[in-house]
């Protein structure tokens, strides 16, 4: 393994800008590393080495030039398969998509390549993003890096694995009920769902609008901010952006990292340090809250009682807009079409494609979702569900008036064995009991490494107010700045 | 007692144009009624007066400037298509037989 695959982002960064390394050399030995491990590990679905050769050096010419350079020029990353790349395939994880190449970038995608960042490829997901373990991904499963016999998260466990195997230091995910930041717990690396708003949607293969959230993956706090705000900001294509800046996230981390956290109040969630999580989780949590006493935070237990409805209230609201979002994909438009015979109808056509095109796990959450749509159901379900969400917010908004972040392990348990939660579905959704409140609400949310379970990483998850992005950046730094970074056994 | 059945989850399967075989109706009937038994938990909640939430952002219409911007060729368009005709997506028939002729 080269040197240059173990630096951080900013170190890579720092490197290129001062010429002791080229964007070319930096993203040759990415490339060298993934051709030497991707086979085991599985993280990338495409590697675009033509495209990131090209893409770096453009950036060593420009240094060359004379031109001065962004904070991320040179840096490699890999970017979850969830976020159209123009002209380089983008298939969502899914057979319905297997083959289509998108004629636009996604807004998040133009504003790395803007960055001067360098893509390396796209990235192993649960299809359509639906799944805890990347094992419903229809291009087989990513392998953790810790244990290659053991889930990296998901739905991003591809972008999670790809940071924790050295083959990218920075790498894009999207979180829609934990999709960064329960991959970043298993695999010891540092994952981040900004605020709802925060970042951009446009160009994001849409699972469940209201809650979808594009954000940063790295192994450090700091590259993490780093990202965060090279990708952040308002975006007139998406409705749904906040039209405010973001906030300094990178100022937030490095004042972090001094490892002072006097006069910050956090609060434990009491739902969610008790049951729920398994011993050796709880254990490595109490130590993590332990050292953030000793950074000098104040440690106090904050009641969210509507926190428990948060599960069952996200498995109506999500399969609902998915089931609803889901109906673009009918063989018209783009990707498969099976059973066109020139006899059949439209509507054969459209259920003989969707049959074929989904996998199991999506046809779950449609059915789902439309049942809790349907008529008779729809107040008991998704009306009532939504109710239950105006509830969470309400104990995030209670909680925020007496701490300034709230902390939590990221997840109940560490990696789990590949196959061990495929055949009872909601044994898989238990994976985000934690991280699902956040989405909800709809504030940011971090997961940063805190220590080994039976030498397995354990996350600890730090939730803030909407648009106070930069708290949790802070809490998380400090940490890291106390227990260190984990490196997974050498592959 | 089951919260859905196999006959209704052939009925969602339709709603939903997933050409769904017997063998994973058979799969789909009793995870369908896990999942739907699990989340029917949120009825436990006593929110009859609490407002919905769609939505986390508060929003009312987000409009935009009325300017011509760039946008994609019918050849970009259409790049995706599994089947096009004279710059049209092309699309299996419509109507039945018996209406169409």
């Known amino acids: ?491 | 007692m089951a919260a859905i059945s196999r006959e209704e989850v052939a009925h969602l399967a339709r709603l939903s144009r997933l050409a769904v075989t017997e063998e994973e109706l058979d799969t789909f009937a009793g995870q369908l009624d896990v999942i739907l038994q699990a989340v029917a938990q949120v009825g436990k909640v006593a929110a009859a007066d609490i407002p919905p939430t769609s939505h986390s952002v508060p929003l009312t219409n987000v409009l935009r400037e009325d300017v011509e911007t760039p946008c994609l060729t019918p050849e970009e368009a259409l790049s995706g298509a599994p089947d096009a005709e004279q710059q049209r997506f092309r699309v299996p028939r419509i109507l039945n037989e018996d209406l169409a002729s």
């Not at chain 1, 009491?270 to 709880?282: K, S």
């Open chain 1, 1 to 491: 393994m080269s040197d240059l695959t173990t630096k951080t982002a900013a170190e890579i960064a720092a490197l290129v800008a001062g010429g002791e390394a080229s964007a070319v050399e930096v993203t040759q030995a990415h490339l060298d590393r993934i051709a030497a491990v991707d086979d085991r590990v599985h993280a990338f679905l495409h590697v675009d080495a033509e495209g990131a050769l090209a893409a770096a050096r453009a950036v060593d010419e420009r240094r060359a030039a004379g031109e001065a350079l962004g904070p991320l020029a040179g840096v490699p990353v890999a970017v979850k398969d969830v976020l159209t790349t123009k002209g380089v395939p983008t298939t969502v994880g899914s057979k319905i998509l297997e083959g289509w190449r998108p004629p636009y970038d996604a807004t998040i995608v133009e504003r790395l390549r803007a960055a001067g960042t360098v893509m390396l490829g796209k990235t192993n997901m649960d299809e359509f993003a639906m799944g805890s373990s990347t094992e419903y991904s229809a291009y087989g499963p990513t392998r953790n890096p810790w244990d290659l016999d053991r889930i990296p998260g998901g739905s991003g466990g591809g972008s999670a694995a790809a940071l924790a195997a050295y083959e990218a230091p920075l790498a894009i995910g999207s979180d829609t009920g934990g999709s960064i930041r329960q991959p970043g717990a298993v695999t010891g690396t540092v994952g981040a769902k900004p605020t709802y708003g925060g970042t951009s949607r446009y160009g994001l293969v849409a699972f469940s609008s209201s809650l979808d959230t594009p954000g940063p993956c790295a192994r450090t706090v700091l590259d993490a901010a780093l990202l965060h705000e090279a990708i952040g900001g308002h975006d007139p294509r998406d409705s749904t952006s906040i039209p405010q800046p973001v906030p300094d996230v990178v100022a937030a981390a490095k004042l972090g990292a001094t490892g002072d956290l006097t006069g910050v109040r956090l609060g434990i969630v009491t739902e969610f340090a008790g049951e729920g999580a398994e011993p050796g989780v709880l254990a490595v949590f109490r130590e993590a809250v332990d050292a953030l006493t000793k950074l000098g935070a104040e440690i106090v237990e904050v009641s969210c009682p509507h926190f428990t409805y948060a599960l069952p209230a996200y498995y109506l609201i999500a399969p609902s807009e998915c089931s609803s979002n889901l109906a673009r994909f009918d063989g018209v438009r783009f990707g498969l079409r099976v059973g066109d015979d020139g006899n059949r109808s439209l509507e054969e056509v459209m259920s003989l494609t969707r049959e074929a095109g989904f996998g199991p796990e999506v046809k779950r959450r449609i059915m789902i979702g439309t049942y809790a749509l349907s008529s008779g159901y729809y107040d008991a379900y998704y009306g009532q569900a939504q109710k239950v969400r105006t509830l969470i917010s309400r104990d995030f908004t209670a909680a925020f008036a007496q701490v300034d972040a709230l902390i939590s392990p990221t997840t109940p348990f560490v990696a789990f064995p590949i196959g061990a939660r495929t055949s009872d579905p909601y044994q898989m959704y238990l994976a985000d009991l934690f991280t699902i409140p956040t989405n909800l609400y709809g504030g940011p949310g971090i997961s940063v490494p805190c220590g080994l379970s039976d030498g397995l990483p354990v996350g600890l998850q730090v939730m803030a107010p909407t648009m106070a992005d930069d708290r949790m950046y802070r809490v998380a730094a400090a940490l890291e700045s106390a227990v260190g970074t984990f490196t997974p056994p050498a592959l």
